[in-house]
T-cell receptor
């Protein structure tokens, strides 16, 4: 059963701390996306990788966020330093790079920054 | 103004009702139109996609796209309590461009 996995599922941290979220895309998928979801803003694209190369990170606050794909089986999203306004659910999704960019979402990481 | 507008609801209907969910958009370059369903505390999953204008039917679900009005709809016939979820419209220009999501409409089907 191929699924996107994300760790941790929940994270509570204090303001100023570094947060690292990890994602294992579905084997064989060549696109990876990071989203942030809040009640007020909905799903916001933070980063988009194709064949491990970043294609779009225009939605990501560059001063504190960074996204990488060290290899095809791992994508990471880091926040340093974290702030209370970063509290949200962070989703990773992967896909086969179809024309309409179908995405298979992971279960999300629920982040709370105190 | 957002590129994709969607009423967040909530929308509450009795079991068996026909549900209509809608989105409007401003980017005339959008070619692919999708509906994702998200259950509580889960990630979204693709329900249907349509290319350009027209209708597409899949079981109890029908997606409609009117590009001239920049308006898309999802109809659910004979709604079931298991349809209770948040429905997100999503759109893309194609060519592997990013997908832009609506905020999602929360639907509750009452038994």
């Amino acid at each position: 059963d191929a699924r996107v996995t994300q760790t941790p599922r929940h994270k509570v941290t204090e303001m100023g701390q570094e947060v690292t979220m990890r994602c294992q895309p579905i084997l064989g998928h060549n696109t990876v996306f990071w989203y942030r979801q809040t009640m007020m803003q909905g799903l916001e694209l933070l980063a988009y990788f194709r064949n491990r190369a970043p294609l779009d990170d225009s939605g990501m606050p560059k001063d504190r966020f960074s996204a990488e794909m060290p290899d095809a089986t791992l994508a990471t999203l880091k926040i340093q330093p974290s702030e209370p306004r970063d509290s949200a659910v962070y989703f990773c999704a992967s896909g086969l790079g179809t024309a309409y960019n179908e995405q298979f979402f992971g279960p999300g990481t629920r982040l709370t920054v105190l | 103004q957002k590129e994709v507008e969607q009423d967040p609801g909530p929308l509450s209907v009795p079991e068996g009702a026909i549900v209509s969910l809608n989105c409007t958009y401003s980017n005339s370059a959008f070619q692919y139109f999708m509906w994702y369903r998200q259950y509580s505390r889960k990630g979204p999953e693709l329900l249907m996609y349509t290319y350009s204008s027209g209708n597409k039917e899949d079981g109890r679900f029908t997606a409609q796209v009117d590009k001239s009005s920049k308006y898309i709809s999802l109809f659910i016939r004979d709604s079931q309590p298991s349809d209770s979820a948040t429905y997100l419209c999503a759109m893309s220009e194609g060519g592997y461009q990013k997908v832009t999501f609506g905020i999602g409409t929360k639907l509750q089907v009452i038994p």
